[in-house]
């Protein structure tokens, strides 16, 4: 006789998930049209119809170990087909933001930035390391014209953040070192390390989202996203680097082709934001089911890209004073965006990436 298993539901984790985007999950009943539709879930490991049983039932450990809540884009097509209005979509986002905080080290700042109320706390840290930059940091010597680096010195600036990208980096490869471990604790037994280049291949060149069928706008806005935050980053690092050693100095002329790569990602990014911003709020049932996890980030990256944009023009025509207080506000959602990536949305490139290696095993 078949051994009898006992299911304990963790309904403190049912009560998480319908609290930041699955409220719907105990609508569902099973009739698994959503794995039908779902033109990224596979034959042979169809999803999200189990996982909505297993959501029902709380099952934690297995859920946020499941490779298939990261193989999801969240394109909505699922969501739209559920005849019974469950939301398989939005269960998944709120199983990927569980993840990030079961897995993220320190996992109390995951917390943190999963709560509106905590972001007065993720603001105050770098609000508080730029003001002491310009209260207390020495100047050196002035430019004539109102430059930026007057009261944010470039010495200072730049070992900063290489220290915050490290400090970073640090907590993704733990936070991702437990996620690894989970799926091996979950059966996962082909090799990750190796298939992470090819999956990092597949999220750049957006393949995979592709074939989500009704979300061509989100794709398009994603995708433009992604390309020209990456064009930014590297970019940012050359120049970090460039000045650190002395071979470059900033601010860049306008016709340094670092500056014009530079101008040319900004504005793909900010295309590419405009589409997701406008793909969300025109959409009634997209704004509601969007949560405050969604909007920290999504928020955060547009004010860096507004600031950083404005900043600059002001700076080009002069603008002392404001031009320095939209700058502070520019280097504190930098930093805001960076230090807590591990923590917030911006998590997802990492955690999916290495999922996606995962199941290519
Ligand atoms: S989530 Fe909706 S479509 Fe999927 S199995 Fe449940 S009821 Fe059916
Ligand atoms: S949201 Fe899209 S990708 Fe995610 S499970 Fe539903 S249909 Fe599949």
Redesign the pocket.
């Given at each position: 006789m078949a051994e009898a298993i006992t299911v304990k539901p963790d309904t403190a984790f049912i009560r998480e998930l319908q609290g930041c985007g699955g409220g719907d999950l105990k609508k569902c009943y099973q009739c698994a049209t959503?794995s039908v539709?779902?033109n990224?879930?596979p034959d042979e490991s169809p999803?999200?119809r189990k996982q909505m049983v297993l959501a029902q039932w709380g099952m934690k450990d297995q859920l946020l170990a499941d490779p298939a809540i990261w193989l999801?884009?969240?394109?909505?097509?699922?969501?739209t087909m559920c005849p019974r209005g469950a939301r398989?979509?939005d269960v998944?986002g709120a199983l990927r933001k569980a993840a990030i905080e079961r897995y993220s080290f320190p996992g109390f700042l995951a917390k943190v930035a999963g709560k509106p109320a905590g972001f007065l706390l993720l603001l105050l840290l770098p609000v508080l390391v730029f003001a002491a930059i310009v209260l207390f940091a020495p100047k050196g010597e002035l430019t004539p014209d109102p430059e930026f680096a007057n009261l944010f010195p470039q010495n200072i600036l730049e070992p900063l953040f290489f220290a915050v990208s490290g400090l970073v980096l640090i907590a993704f490869a733990i936070g991702l070192a437990r996620f690894i471990k989970a799926l091996r604790k979950a059966g996962a037994t082909g090799p990750i390390i190796p298939n992470l280049v090819p999956a990092a291949v597949e999220i750049l060149a957006h393949s995979r989202f592709k074939k989500?069928g009704a979300e061509r706008a989100r794709y398009w806005g994603h995708m433009l996203t992604l390309w020209g935050f990456v064009g930014l980053a590297f970019m940012g690092t050359v120049v970090g680097i460039g000045t650190m050693i002395g071979v470059m100095h900033t601010p860049l002329d306008l016709m340094n082709p670092w500056k014009i790569f530079a101008n040319v990602c900004a504005v793909v990014v900010f295309v590419g934001l405009v589409i997701i911003l406008f793909d969300r709020l025109a959409d009634p049932v997209k704004r509601a089911a969007s949560t405050y996890f969604d909007w920290l980030f999504l928020l955060v990256l547009v004010g860096v890209v507004f600031t950083g944009i404005l900043s600059e023009a002001m700076r080009l025509m002069g603008a002392d004073p404001a031009m320095f207080y939209v700058y502070f506000v520019h280097l504190v959602l930098i930093m805001m965006l960076f230090l807590y990536a591990p923590y917030t949305k911006f998590a997802h490139i990492a955690y999916r990436t290495v999922a996606m290696a995962a199941a290519k095993s």
């Amino acid at each position: 006789m078949a051994e009898a298993i006992t299911v304990k539901p963790d309904t403190a984790f049912i009560r998480e998930l319908q609290g930041c985007g699955g409220g719907d999950l105990k609508k569902c009943y099973q009739c698994a049209t959503c794995s039908v539709v779902c033109n990224l879930s596979p034959d042979e490991s169809p999803f999200p119809r189990k996982q909505m049983v297993l959501a029902q039932w709380g099952m934690k450990d297995q859920l946020l170990a499941d490779p298939a809540i990261w193989l999801c884009h969240n394109c909505g097509d699922c969501s739209t087909m559920c005849p019974r209005g469950a939301r398989p979509g939005d269960v998944f986002g709120a199983l990927r933001k569980a993840a990030i905080e079961r897995y993220s080290f320190p996992g109390f700042l995951a917390k943190v930035a999963g709560k509106p109320a905590g972001f007065l706390l993720l603001l105050l840290l770098p609000v508080l390391v730029f003001a002491a930059i310009v209260l207390f940091a020495p100047k050196g010597e002035l430019t004539p014209d109102p430059e930026f680096a007057n009261l944010f010195p470039q010495n200072i600036l730049e070992p900063l953040f290489f220290a915050v990208s490290g400090l970073v980096l640090i907590a993704f490869a733990i936070g991702l070192a437990r996620f690894i471990k989970a799926l091996r604790k979950a059966g996962a037994t082909g090799p990750i390390i190796p298939n992470l280049v090819p999956a990092a291949v597949e999220i750049l060149a957006h393949s995979r989202f592709k074939k989500c069928g009704a979300e061509r706008a989100r794709y398009w806005g994603h995708m433009l996203t992604l390309w020209g935050f990456v064009g930014l980053a590297f970019m940012g690092t050359v120049v970090g680097i460039g000045t650190m050693i002395g071979v470059m100095h900033t601010p860049l002329d306008l016709m340094n082709p670092w500056k014009i790569f530079a101008n040319v990602c900004a504005v793909v990014v900010f295309v590419g934001l405009v589409i997701i911003l406008f793909d969300r709020l025109a959409d009634p049932v997209k704004r509601a089911a969007s949560t405050y996890f969604d909007w920290l980030f999504l928020l955060v990256l547009v004010g860096v890209v507004f600031t950083g944009i404005l900043s600059e023009a002001m700076r080009l025509m002069g603008a002392d004073p404001a031009m320095f207080y939209v700058y502070f506000v520019h280097l504190v959602l930098i930093m805001m965006l960076f230090l807590y990536a591990p923590y917030t949305k911006f998590a997802h490139i990492a955690y999916r990436t290495v999922a996606m290696a995962a199941a290519k095993s």
